[in-house]
Nanobody
Framework: QVQLMESGGGSVQAGGSLRLSCTASGFTSSLYFMGWFRQAPGKEREGVAAIYAGGGPTYYGDSVKGRFTISQDNAKDTLYLQMNSLKPEDTAVYYC???????????????????WGQGTQVTVSS
């Protein structure tokens, strides 16, 4: 059974940093396309970053380019999202997601991902 569990969320002041983790179980994450999404109250779920299976090419949403870094530790079946220079508009519930077959041109669309974690809250205060 595929399971994803996020951790590392919390509250931080603007300009601060957080690192999110997503631990995978029930499957080999290095064979899957992995992504981070976020959803703020009243807004649609937004693609933040994604990484091709096994630590291949990475993709970022325009709003986080240059501030967030996605990475993967295949030995630990863990996905990370390093978030620097956080802004109040980064406040959201962050989810990790996985699927075997994702096109690089649509990585940012949540509907293509089959497996999801339960989410972790990130709150950035000004």
């Amino acid at each position: 059974q595929v399971q994803l569990m996020e951790s590392g969320g919390g509250s931080v002041q603007a300009g601060g940093s957080l690192r999110l983790s997503c631990t995978a179980s029930g499957f080999t994450s290095s064979l899957y396309f992995m992504g981070w999404f976020r959803q703020a109250p009243g807004k649609e779920r937004e693609g933040v970053a994604a990484i091709y299976a096994g630590g291949g090419p990475t993709y970022y949403g325009d709003s986080v380019k240059g501030r967030f870094t996605i990475s993967q530790d295949n030995a630990k079946d863990t996905l990370y999202l390093q978030m620097n220079s956080l802004k109040p508009e980064d406040t959201a519930v962050y989810y990790c997601a996985a699927d075997r077959y994702i096109r690089s041109t649509t990585w940012w669309q949540p509907r293509h991902y089959k497996h999801w974690g339960q989410g972790t809250q990130v709150t950035v205060s000004s």
